[in-house]
């Protein structure tokens, strides 16, 4: 991005823009968040109900959330209170600046296991299994009070560095280069781990559903979580990163890519991690240590399996920074308008403060351990179920409505490049009626409200 008239950057390209919202897309959500939970819920039925929250939600936000940031050229609360100043929608960006500090100080302690992994293989300390196995080193590593802080005090630096001196431009430079490379590298991965000998119960798990999990009302929940936390969904990121770019782009490609891509880099990583699963005897429905578990187990058996470790966790590394970034930016983004702080401040005070608010997240897997909240069964799934099962799916209902009931439905047909065709009737249809009463009965059922 480049400084054009002194206060609000803007993009330099188009492709500058897709990069940084694909940059943002995907991330740990991908592959750590949707293989665990796809786990826990049952495999392919959640699956289903995932990719129809994606087309009938997620894709339509998408495109509510680069409208709303293109017309308006502010933050994520900002840009309510001008489009609409005095009504009660700025709701949705208070809301997410809330779920950005949230998600992003559990995102930083899940981003710091990847980095130490990075380091580990780095040093050869995973050439060989350990000696409780790679659950148990895991495990240990976790529930260590101080490791995990240090890496993830590490990746927070980074993350706050890049905000700081606002070199996002060299993200998305280096995104469109690391982005394809770890989508081969997984590619690469899911051959190799179907030849493990678990292909056909992971197959079986991710493509034929078992109808009895849709009785599990939890289920539909959590497809809508991962749908939004996958997507950098209902919480203002894509309306920021929508502000930044200039009149002459054209969105709905845009958003049709950014949900493409993500739901690809998940379904791949699914038939990276789940033969393995299946071929080391892993439960599937084990918790967030899923990938971390069983992307070792994958490497030990392969020749070079080093140098995979290496390159993968980079990788892996380097996909959720450009997600942190995002993350950080809503909410320096909010502070720098509000409170005229400069971006140098609000990125240290803004990213320090949420990396305290990791440290209990963190700690949660050791000291903490018997602390969480709302039925989770640690404080990182309490954080994380707040901030993406609730707060995103809320804010996604109050931009969906506020699109399209609370603007004019000519005007927004104009402003998002769709103008008055089938499609973007469609688009509003969806945004009017399908996306909010889905929203709302997953809320009442999954919630237990009645
Ligand atoms: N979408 C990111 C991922 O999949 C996480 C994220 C969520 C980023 C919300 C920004 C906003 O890893
Ligand atoms: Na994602």
Redesign the pocket.
């Known amino acids: 991005m480049s400084q054009l008239d002194g206060s609000r950057e803007q993009w330099n390209s188009r492709l500058g823009f897709i990069l940084a919202a694909m940059g943002?897309?995907?991330?740990?959500?991908?592959i750590w968040?949707?293989s665990y939970v796809t786990g826990e819920n049952g495999g392919a039925a959640f699956l289903l109900i995932y990719l129809l929250c994606i087309l009938l939600i997620g894709l339509p936000i998408i495109m509510a959330e680069f409208t709303i940031g293109r017309r308006a050229q502010s933050d994520a609360v900002g840009s309510f209170e001008k489009l609409a100043p005095g009504k009660p929608w700025v709701l949705a960006g208070i809301l997410g600046v809330a779920?950005?500090f949230i998600?992003l100080s559990f995102?930083g302690v899940v981003a710091g296991w990847s980095v130490f992994y990075f380091v580990q293989y780095l040093i050869g300390g995973l050439n060989a299994s350990p000696a409780d196995g790679f659950d148990g080193f895991f495990v240990g590593f976790i529930s260590n009070s101080w490791q995990p802080l240090i890496w993830q005090f590490l990746f927070m630096a980074f993350t706050i560095g890049i905000v700081f001196v606002g070199v996002k431009k060299g993200i998305e430079r280096a995104n469109k280069i690391l982005m394809p490379l770890l989508a081969i590298l997984v590619i690469v991965l899911a051959g190799y781990s179907m030849t493990l000998g678990g292909a056909q119960d992971a197959l079986a798990f991710l493509f034929s559903p078992d109808w009895s999990v849709l009785g599990d009302l939890d289920v539909y929940l959590a497809a809508l979580g991962q749908a939004?936390?996958?997507?950098?969904?209902?919480?203002g990121?894509l309306i920021t990163y929508g502000s930044y770019l200039k009149k002459e782009h054209k969105l709905p490609g845009a958003a049709a890519s950014v949900a493409t891509l993500?739901t690809l880099f998940a379904v791949i990583a699914g038939l990276m991690i789940f033969p393995a699963v299946f071929a080391f005897g892993i439960d599937p429905g084990s918790g967030a240590g899923l990938a971390f578990i069983t992307l070792p187990g994958i490497f030990d058996n392969m020749a070079l399996g080093q140098m995979y470790g290496i390159l993968f966790f980079f990788l892996l590394s380097a996909?959720?920074l450009s997600?942190?970034v995002?993350?950080l930016e809503?909410a320096v983004a909010y502070f720098i308008r509000k409170f005229d702080w400069s971006r140098k401040k609000a990125s240290l005070i803004i990213g320090g403060l949420i990396f305290l608010l990791g440290v209990p997240a963190s700690l949660g897997n050791g000291v903490l351990g018997g602390v969480s909240f709302f039925g989770q069964p640690d404080l990182i799934d309490s954080y994380d179920f707040l901030a993406?099962n609730i707060f995103?799916p809320l804010g996604g209902l109050i931009i969906a409505l506020f699109v399209g009931w609370g603007w004019k439905k000519a005007e927004v047909l104009k402003e998002s490049d769709f103008g008055n065709t089938g499609l973007g009737n469609t688009w509003i249809f969806l945004l009017r009626i399908v996306a909010p009463a889905l929203i709302l009965i997953v809320f009442i059922t999954g919630l237990g409200i009645f």
């Open positions: 943002s897309a995907v991330g740990l959500g991908n968040r949707f779920s950005a998600i995102y939004f936390f996958s997507l950098s969904l209902g919480m990121a993500d996909a959720a997600s942190a995002s993350l809503v993406s995103l």
